[in-house]
């Protein structure tokens, strides 16, 4: 549910599928970019093709399980995860578990290893640890997941996993990111701090984990901090409208405190900034930044 790494379009799936409209391939890939979209009917519908023409597709069937899951259909889901399992997907095994329909014999008994381990002793003396193994993209895609299902508790403990078993691995790295911003929607300021500074460490060219301390600092009501990261965002990405946006919410903020204490022209300044930034977010497009000028009476 990844973005190509060549960056092709629906408009390149559309022609592959066009010159190969036989190839289960053409339908699972076009299907997973509609995935990356946010579009889940339209993936859905492909990867539907992808298992008519190749019913014993395990990835057809588990991109298509999460394309439900992700939709709020989890009967489906569940049926998919389920095929995607039979067919020796353990990513669908974790899926499954991880939705409580699961355990660890059952799971054992899909991978074909359960000799010598008798279902009336498994739960008394079984070592669970071993059954299945577990990549740390496979915890990424469950944190990703229920993040998008907005279960943050659920989605901090599987980047927790992710970067606990691969912290080095492309997946580990990123979970910092995303479970700084779990973290973030549970409210934890301090540990959203902690993990977008580890992110910066990480990658100091990465404009996510600015963005996510510079959140956080908000919230502890750390403008001025706050006002430093988003600056930064905006000098690492100047295209992307959320730095202004948030930079400018900071400076309003910021200028509302200054008026609370009779500090008239620092509060000038701050909410004159505000409005420069709104202006830029507005000119990008933004809704909100548009719909704020207007009701201050400004244009952009």
Same mark, same amino acid.
């Given at each position: 549910?990844?973005?190509?790494?060549?960056?092709?379009?629906?408009?390149?799936?559309?022609?592959?599928?066009?010159?190969?409209?036989?190839?289960?391939?053409?339908?699972?890939? /076009?299907?997973?970019?509609? *995935?990356?979209? $946010?579009?889940? !009917?339209? @993936?859905?519908? &492909?990867?539907? +093709? =992808? #298992? %008519?023409?190749?019913?014993?597709?395990?990835?057809?069937?588990?991109?298509?399980?999460?394309?439900?899951?992700?939709?709020?259909?989890?009967?489906?889901?569940?049926?998919?995860?389920?095929?995607?399992?039979?067919?020796?997907?353990?990513?669908?095994?974790?899926?499954?578990?991880?939705?409580?329909?699961?355990?660890?014999?059952?799971?054992?008994?899909?991978?074909?290893?359960?000799?010598?381990?008798?279902?009336?002793?498994?739960?008394?003396?079984?070592?669970?640890?071993?059954?299945?193994?577990?990549?740390?993209?496979?915890?990424?895609?469950?944190?990703?997941?229920?993040?998008?299902?907005?279960?943050?508790?659920?989605?901090?403990?599987?980047?927790?996993?992710?970067?606990?078993?691969?912290?080095?691995?492309?997946?580990?790295?990123?979970?910092?990111?995303? /479970?700084?911003?779990?973290? *973030?929607?549970? $409210?934890?300021? !301090?540990? @959203?701090?902690? &993990?977008?500074? +580890? =992110? #910066? %460490?990480?990658?100091?060219?990465?404009?996510?984990?600015?963005?996510?301390?510079?959140?956080?600092?908000?919230?502890?009501?750390?403008?001025?901090?706050?006002?430093?990261?988003?600056?930064?965002?905006?000098?690492?990405?100047?295209?992307?409208?959320?730095?202004?946006?948030?930079?400018?919410?900071?400076?309003?903020?910021?200028?509302?405190?200054?008026?609370?204490?009779?500090?008239?022209?620092?509060?000038?300044?701050?909410?004159?900034?505000?409005?420069?930034?709104?202006?830029?977010?507005?000119?990008?497009?933004?809704?909100?930044?548009?719909?704020?000028?207007?009701?201050?009476?400004?244009?952009?």
């Amino acid at each position: 549910m990844y973005k190509s790494p060549h960056d092709k379009t629906i408009a390149d799936y559309n022609k592959a599928v066009e010159s190969a409209p036989d190839d289960p391939a053409s339908y699972l890939n /076009r299907g997973i970019q509609y *995935l990356s979209e $946010g579009k889940n !009917d339209q @993936a859905t519908v &492909d990867f539907t +093709k =992808a #298992i %008519e023409i190749d019913p014993q597709s395990a990835e057809a069937y588990f991109n298509r399980g999460v394309g439900n899951e992700l939709a709020g259909r989890h009967e489906s889901a569940f049926a998919d995860y389920a095929a995607a399992a039979r067919l020796g997907d353990h990513r669908a095994q974790v899926a499954l578990h991880d939705m409580g329909y699961l355990n660890s014999t059952e799971i054992d008994t899909l991978n074909n290893s359960s000799a010598g381990m008798e279902s009336s002793d498994s739960g008394e003396n079984g070592n669970n640890s071993h059954v299945f193994p577990c990549t740390s993209e496979d915890y990424f895609l469950r944190g990703f997941v229920n993040g998008s299902n907005r279960d943050f508790v659920a989605a901090v403990d599987a980047f927790t996993k992710c970067i606990d078993s691969e912290p080095n691995s492309t997946f580990g790295r990123a979970s910092y990111n995303y /479970r700084a911003l779990a973290y *973030l929607q549970l $409210g934890d300021f !301090d540990r @959203a701090i902690h &993990d977008a500074n +580890k =992110a #910066i %460490e990480l990658d100091q060219k990465d404009h996510n984990g600015y963005y996510y301390r510079g959140i956080a600092h908000r919230g502890k009501e750390e403008y001025d901090k706050a006002i430093v990261d988003f600056t930064q965002v905006i000098a690492l990405c100047p295209g992307y409208t959320l730095g202004y946006f948030s930079r400018g919410l900071t400076h309003y903020a910021r200028g509302a405190n200054y008026h609370v204490f009779g500090l008239s022209d620092l509060a000038k300044k701050d909410y004159d900034m505000a409005i420069s930034d709104y202006k830029i977010a507005a000119r990008h497009g933004m809704s909100y930044a548009r719909q704020f000028l207007r009701e201050k009476g400004h244009q952009w």
